[in-house]
């Protein structure tokens, strides 16, 4: 080890990294009501008894929380039928995604993903001093051949966002069963299911059954998409030996007291929950409907979201609709990042800030 470094340096690879880039959640100056829909929040906000549960926490806040979240992992396998053995909660579902990454990728191996993917899979790779493979989708959806394919003796994960963001589209379950049939027993298949409560397809499943009955699938998911976003709760569902791994090398305390208090109420709360997907299921098609009327493309969604794609050209151009639509207080998704320089990703909202954005863009193509 050199002893005449200047200053303390990250080891080899931190500095290739890419940081995460959140969505904006403010508008020009001068904007006086603002309406973010960058960061697929629920529009509906949290249940009220999440609100409640959260308060009553409030006057405790001195005390450490459970350090294995065990009320809000037996909440989570009440609603679901699971073994709340096998449940870890987590500082939202990133969190998990993190461990993992640690605990079974070292350098020289390899972890797969799709290349529209949820950008933290990358990061974590790389953290771990993996290398990431990304694989090219079909029609903006993961194609399991092109994933199969991309494995080799070196791979070690294989993420697979299902929904994926910031596309919306997804894989049919028999589809994931035939990656996880075709894949080598000692890699894991990690299924992260943060939209699975707003999926309304027969042929979709969020992976629970593959996740209880497989030796090597994990399934992640999180309260953010139904409310929480705020409180940062997230779990995996998995093998007693993956759990084991992960307990061991998360933060002993890595879900807050008033998380696992809103948790608990939110998840048992399944009025709000139906309420909020029965205003996507209106919104979405709403939305997607209006978009393709205007003449721009939209990539089919069963998310919260959808994702809206521009003509070539500056003059209406998705920066150019980003920056008129902002300066009237409507906050999109720039998802260049993820390999969509000309789009957007709207976040369904309210009745309001769906219609205004509509109007908004109406104005737009028309100038």
């Given at each position: 080890m050199k002893q005449d470094q200047p200053r303390p340096t990250p080891?080899?690879?931190?500095?290739?990294?890419?940081?995460?880039?959140?969505?904006?959640?403010?508008?020009?100056?001068?904007?006086?009501?603002?309406?973010?829909?960058?960061?697929?929040?629920?529009?509906?906000?949290?249940?009220?008894?999440?609100?409640e549960a959260a308060r009553e926490v409030a006057a405790k806040l001195d005390a450490y929380p459970d350090g294995s979240a065990r009320r809000l992992r037996e909440a989570i396998a009440e609603v679901h039928?699971?073994?709340?053995?096998?449940?870890?909660?987590?500082?939202?579902?990133?969190?998990?995604?993190?461990?993992?990454?640690?605990?079974?990728?070292?350098?020289?191996?390899?972890?797969?993903?799709?290349?529209?993917?949820?950008?933290?899979?990358?990061?974590?790779?790389?953290?771990?001093?993996?290398?990431p493979v990304a694989v090219k989708e079909t029609d903006e959806r993961a194609d399991i051949d092109a994933i199969l394919a991309a494995v080799t003796p070196a791979t070690r994960i294989v993420f697979l966002a299902n929904p994926n963001n910031p596309t919306g589209t997804y894989v049919p379950f028999q589809e994931v069963r035939r990656?996880?049939?075709?894949?080598?027993?000692?890699?894991l298949l990690v299924l992260d299911a943060a939209y699975a409560e707003y999926v309304r397809r027969n042929d979709y499943e969020a992976g629970i059954e593959l996740a209880g009955s497989s030796?090597?699938?994990?399934?992640?998911?999180?309260?953010?998409?139904?409310?929480?976003?705020?409180?940062?709760?997230?779990?995996?569902?998995?093998p007693a030996h993956i759990v084991d791994a992960i307990n061991r090398i998360r933060g002993p305390f890595n879900v807050n007291a008033t998380?696992?208090?809103?948790?608990?109420?939110?998840?048992?709360?399944?009025a709000h929950i139906e309420r909020s997907?029965?205003?996507?299921?209106?919104?979405?098609?709403?939305?997607?409907?209006?978009?393709?009327?205007?003449?721009?493309?939209?990539?089919?969604?069963?998310?919260?979201?959808?994702?809206?794609?521009?003509?070539?050209?500056?003059?209406?151009?998705?920066?150019?609709?980003?920056?008129?639509?902002?300066?009237?207080g409507y906050i999109l998704r720039r998802v260049t990042g993820y390999g969509f320089p000309n789009a957007l990703r709207m976040s369904v909202g309210t009745e309001e800030a769906n219609r205004g954005v509509i109007d908004a863009l109406k104005t737009f193509l028309k100038s």
């Open positions: 080891r080899a690879g931190i500095m290739d990294i890419e940081a995460y880039v959140p969505g904006k959640s403010t508008a020009p100056a001068g904007v006086t009501k603002v309406y973010k829909l960058s960061a697929n929040e629920n529009p509906l906000g949290p249940s009220p008894k999440a609100i039928g699971l073994n709340p053995a096998n449940i870890i909660c987590s500082n939202g579902s990133d969190e998990i995604l993190g461990l993992l990454a640690q605990s079974y990728l070292a350098p020289g191996d390899e972890a797969v993903f799709t290349e529209h993917a949820f950008m933290v899979y990358k990061i974590y790779i790389q953290a771990a001093g993996a290398k990656l996880h049939a075709a894949l080598p027993k000692n890699v030796e090597n699938v994990v399934m992640t998911r999180t309260f953010s998409k139904l409310g929480l976003g705020g409180a940062r709760v997230g779990w995996m569902y998995g998380a696992i208090e809103a948790g608990i109420a939110a998840i048992r709360d399944r997907v029965a205003h996507n299921e209106k919104w979405l098609a709403w939305l997607s409907g209006e978009l393709t009327g205007l003449g721009l493309r939209v990539t089919p969604s069963v998310g919260n979201f959808v994702l809206i794609h521009f003509p070539d050209g500056k003059k209406h151009s998705a920066a150019a609709a980003d920056d008129y639509l902002s300066a009237r």
